[in-house]
């Protein structure tokens, strides 16, 4: 069983739509919890990060994690075609990238 | 703004050939690493390089080798490629080892014939 697993997807919904990324994970000493987004030919991108259970809104996005069910999630409102993107969830015991642990990524399409 | 570049975005070998993938950062940072990224896995940690001359395995390590001769540069190499190296190779650089200062590169996808 892997570390994190996230649903692969892919996710088509359309523009104005409320997005909900999810992913679970196994190791009760991840501490730090991060969303990167990669557009397509390019290399990922930091969205959001956040430090133990709770929730972080930055504009449009929101990051949730509740550490006692081992689930984070990111929700996007008011999606837009540029959000088309693979969402990928990481997450690391003591903030250090070396102990990154990724998910496999959700592949994301928002209709015009 | 921080740019990461890397050497060339896609890449054809053949088996057995020795592979040099570079990477290159312009903001003056301590840290890099290098990652693969498969489908179904996620990226995954290769060599991550704390300082000039200085690298520490990551969680794929075999198969693999670094060189990080200049702080702006730190190098992948395959010694002798295999099919089961066909990847995207994703370079990384960062101010400290902390994960929200991590700026990645393009990618590289290496195809092994």
């Known amino acids: 069983q892997k570390e994190v697993e996230q649903d692969p997807g892919p996710l088509s919904v359309p523009e104005g739509a409320i997005v909900s990324l999810n992913c679970t994970y196994s190791?009760?000493?991840?501490?730090?919890f991060m969303w990167y987004r990669q557009y397509s030919r390019k290399g990922p991108e930091l969205l959001m990060y956040?430090?133990?259970?709770g929730n972080k809104e930055d504009g449009r996005f929101t990051a949730q994690v509740d550490k006692s069910s081992k689930y984070i999630s990111l929700f996007i409102r008011d999606s837009q075609p540029s959000d088309s993107a693979t969402y990928l969830c990481?997450?690391?015991?003591?903030?250090?990238?070396?102990?990154?642990?990724f998910g496999s990524g959700t592949q994301l399409t928002v209709l015009p | 703004d921080v740019k990461v570049t890397q050497s060339s975005r896609y890449l054809v070998k053949r088996t057995g050939e020795k592979v040099f993938l570079e990477c290159v950062q312009d903001?003056?940072?301590?840290?890099m690493f290098w990652y693969r990224q498969d489908p179904g896995l996620g990226l995954r940690l290769i060599y991550f390089?704390?300082?000039?001359?200085?690298?520490e395995k990551g969680d794929i390590p075999e198969g693999y080798s670094v060189s990080r001769e200049k702080k702006e540069r730190f190098s992948l190499i395959l010694e002798s490629a295999s099919t089961n190296q066909t990847s995207m190779y994703l370079c990384?650089?960062?101010?400290?080892?902390?994960?929200?200062?991590?700026?990645f590169g393009p990618g590289t996808r290496l195809t092994v014939l």
């Open positions: 190791n009760s000493a991840f501490q730090y």
């Open positions: 390089s704390y300082d000039v001359k200085m690298k």
């Open positions: 903001m003056d940072h301590e840290n």
């Open positions: 990384a650089s960062s101010l400290s080892a902390a994960t929200d200062t991590q700026y």
């Open positions: 990481a997450m690391t015991p003591s903030g250090s990238a070396r102990q990154l642990t």
């Open positions: 956040t430090y133990s259970s």
